[in-house]
C-alpha cells in the first residue's frame, strides 16, 4: 500500500513557474514508476510526465521542454517543475505510482490566470 500526497499547486500567472510535490509513505518507493496527470472542469484525466524506477523520462507534448519530472528516492518523493505556465495549463494534478497495482494521491488544484 501506498499513500500519496501532492502539494504545491496554486495561483500562477501566465509565464510563470510552480513546483509540484508528491510525498509517498512506505518503504519501496525506489522500486515505482511514478507518474503527474491532470484533469481539467468537462475533459478526461491526462498523462502529463511519468519517471520510471530506473529514472527514464516521458512527457506528453503539450509540455515538453517547459515540464520536468525528478524523483528523488532518498526522500520518497517526485516533482512536477513547471515552467512557462499557460492558461490550458490550469487543471487538477495528480501524482499515482505504479507497480503492478496504481495508487493515486488527492490532487493539487493548478490555476493559470492573470
Known amino acids: 500500500q501506498v499513500h500519496l500526497v501532492e502539494s504545491g499547486g496554486g495561483l500562477v500567472q501566465p509565464g510563470g513557474s510552480l513546483r509540484l510535490s508528491c510525498a509517498a509513505s512506505?518503504?519501496?518507493?525506489?522500486?515505482?514508476?511514478m507518474g503527474w496527470y491532470r484533469q481539467a472542469p468537462g475533459k478526461q484525466r491526462e498523462l502529463v510526465a511519468i519517471?520510471?524506477?530506473?529514472?527514464?523520462?516521458n512527457y506528453a507534448d503539450s509540455v515538453k521542454g517547459r515540464f520536468t519530472i525528478s524523483r528523488d528516492n532518498a526522500k520518497n518523493t517526485a516533482y512536477l517543475q513547471m515552467n512557462s505556465l499557460k492558461p490550458e495549463d490550469t487543471a487538477v494534478y495528480y501524482c499515482?505510482?505504479?507497480?503492478?497495482?496504481?495508487?493515486w494521491g488527492q490532487g493539487t488544484q493548478v490555476t493559470v490566470s492573470s
Open positions: 499515482n505510482a505504479y507497480y503492478g497495482d496504481v495508487y
Open positions: 512506505g518503504s519501496r518507493f525506489s522500486i515505482y514508476a
Open positions: 519517471i520510471s524506477s530506473g529514472g527514464s523520462t
